[in-house]
């Protein structure tokens, strides 16, 4: 646990470093909240700190304060990787294994000589870093980030700009405040937050309603192609790359189409398969209520993990296929589902 390690890390952020700060691969609200969130603390101690993504992430997180200091791995290959090869100490925010980040930048991070931190709430952690803190009760890791802050006695420098950021993470990891991971220390967070000037009513806003009127015809269309099977509590939705080219699909657009799925009464598993021509695969994302776990089914037969209750995964078939192996997998889960 890190926290026997705090004198020592404390040490180490005393005088200015390098310091590079990674999300995972197509980051989320958490992604890219906690490694900002991190990013503007750092910044209070004059470390020359940058935050570095795989790869680029939806326009809805792009209102995030310092987003336009944040490279891209993929589009910024040589900048990126010499700041990560001249880094004194890298930090893996909210992914557990270098992989997650992309083959090409786990290259790049497993050769570099950076003293490494991981702060992530996903199951089964790597064991790369120098410094682990990872916690998969955690709510988010932008609530691990604020733990961390607060072990290092540093709770009073949260402004307004990293509360903002924080704040992001926290409400999109638990679904707006009501996953199971929420805690009453989840909202006394999140209470102080509000308290340093995050704008609760306006984060909500820049993240949530910002459809477009093709993501809504889209997500009119993935509503047309959910599935049932009552008797195993299962509803899945398919999206083709030939309807999300039809309603002008942009990064993002499908976030959060799952939870549809699941919000059907009766309903305890749900699934989304998504067509990635580009790819060449079909992207799974798995939900679940209570004890079902979706990181374990993606582990075991579609090549993903994540949480108990929310996981993602791949398949190299094509849609039909991967949805026929599907249906014919659930069956054996029947006791744990029909519970
Ligand atoms: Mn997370």
């Not at 704008?199 to 993501?215: A, Q």
């Not at 190299?316 to 069956?331: G, R, V, Y």
Request: aromatic content about 10%; some cysteine.
């Amino acid at each position: 646990m890190i926290k026997a390690q705090i004198p020592e890390i404390k040490a180490l952020l005393s005088s200015p470093k390098n310091i590079v700060i990674v999300p995972h691969k197509n980051p989320d609200g958490d992604a890219m909240g906690s490694t900002l969130g991190l990013y503007h603390y750092l910044k209070m101690y004059n470390h020359n700190a940058t935050v570095i993504a795989p790869n680029d992430y939806p326009d809805f997180l792009k209102w995030l304060p310092g987003d336009d200091t944040v490279l891209k791995f993929e589009s910024q290959q040589e900048d990126s990787k010499t700041l990560i090869n001249n880094a004194d100490l890298l930090f893996t925010l909210d992914f557990n294994a270098f992989h997650r980040a992309g083959d090409d930048m786990a290259e790049v991070m497993e050769a570099s000589n950076a003293t490494k931190f991981m702060i992530d709430h996903h199951q089964q952690p790597d064991d790369y870093a120098k410094y682990t803190y990872s916690d998969v009760s955690m709510s988010s890791t932008c609530e691990m980030v604020y733990n961390f802050i607060e072990m290092l006695g540093d709770t009073d420098k949260i402004d307004a700009t990293i509360a903002t950021c924080l704040y992001v993470g926290i409400m999109t990891d638990t679904g707006s405040f009501r996953f199971p991971a929420t805690t009453s220390k989840t909202h006394f967070v999140i209470g102080n937050l509000i308290e340093k000037g995050a704008n609760n009513s306006e984060i909500h806003n820049n993240i949530f309603d910002t459809n477009s009127y093709s993501r809504l015809q889209l997500l009119g269309r993935a509503m047309q192609n959910l599935k049932v099977i009552p008797e195993l509590r299962t509803a899945y939705i398919s999206l083709s790359q030939a309807e999300l080219d039809e309603f002008n699909f942009k990064k993002g657009d499908t976030e959060g189409f799952v939870n549809y799925a699941l919000s059907l009464k009766g309903i305890i598993f749900a699934a989304i398969f998504i067509e990635s021509q580009q790819d060449q695969i079909i992207k799974i994302s798995l939900r679940s209520k209570g004890t079902f776990s979706v990181n374990e089914f993606s582990r075991a037969h579609f090549h993903g993990g994540g949480h108990t209750n929310a996981a993602g995964g791949r398949s190299e078939a094509d849609m039909q296929t991967t949805i026929d192996k599907f249906i014919s997998i659930l069956p054996t889960y029947k006791q744990e589902l029909s519970q």
